[in-house]
């Protein structure tokens, strides 16, 4: 077996889709992408090869669907856009945000507490969020992409980090209400 286009299992995920190193993608090229890769490099195509190949096989096809994975949704592609400009995200430890996003997530906590098991409350809240959302992931883009300045873009995803949970937290009380 050969690898893609004589790519090293080490190459960035960018590298690997033959994608700009940017946070906005085209996610039909990336999907198209995946495809051609995982059809070069599905562990089926390998039954019949030697045991090294078919294990090297099984390397570029796990390679490929977790590149595939991070990059296809804004925020695991942003944390890793970050990470390889040499500014982690480091969410675990770093929780510090600025005080005016603070005083939303408050706010967001608050509004989830009085709207259980108020379907239009949540609906609205969901609403809100999902605008806020589509708020920060045009911050990142604008950060990475046009002014280049990696550390706001770092904190638009860390807010999106946060964004995304509460949405989840917000989603699953909405399901619950719904048949």
């Known amino acids: ?4 286009q004589s790519l090293s299992l080490q190459a960035s995920d960018f590298e690997l889709f ?3 190193e940017q946070f906005q993608l085209d996610a039909t090229a990336l999907t198209q992408r995946w495809k051609a890769l995982q059809a070069q490099t599905h562990p089926d195509r ?3 090869a030697d045991a090294p190949s078919k294990r090297l096989a099984m390397q570029w096809s796990v390679r490929v669907n977790e590149a595939y994975q991070r990059l296809r949704q804004p925020i695991t ?3 890793y856009l970050a990470t390889l400009l040499g500014h982690p995200v480091n ?3 770093n929780t510090a945000m600025p005080a005016a996003f603070l005083m939303q997530q408050m706010e967001w906590r608050e509004a989830l507490d009085e709207a259980q098991g108020d379907v239009n409350g949540l609906t609205q809240l969901a609403d809100d969020t999902n605008a806020a959302k589509k708020t920060y992931l045009q911050l990142a883009e604008l950060a990475f992409d046009t002014d280049k300045d ?3 873009a770092v904190g638009a995803i860390r807010a999106l ?3 995304e949970r509460f949405l989840k937290d917000v989603n699953q009380q ?3 209400l719904t048949p």
Do not use: H, N, Q
Request: proline share 12%; hydrophobic share 50%; charged share 25%.
């Open 1 to 4: 077996m050969s690898a893609p």
């Open 18 to 20: 033959d994608l700009p």
């Open 46 to 48: 390998y039954v019949a």
């Open 77 to 79: 592609r942003g944390a």
């Open 91 to 93: 969410a675990e430890d």
């Open 150 to 152: 990696i550390p706001r």
């Open 161 to 163: 980090m946060f964004i």
């Open 174 to 176: 909405l399901d619950a």
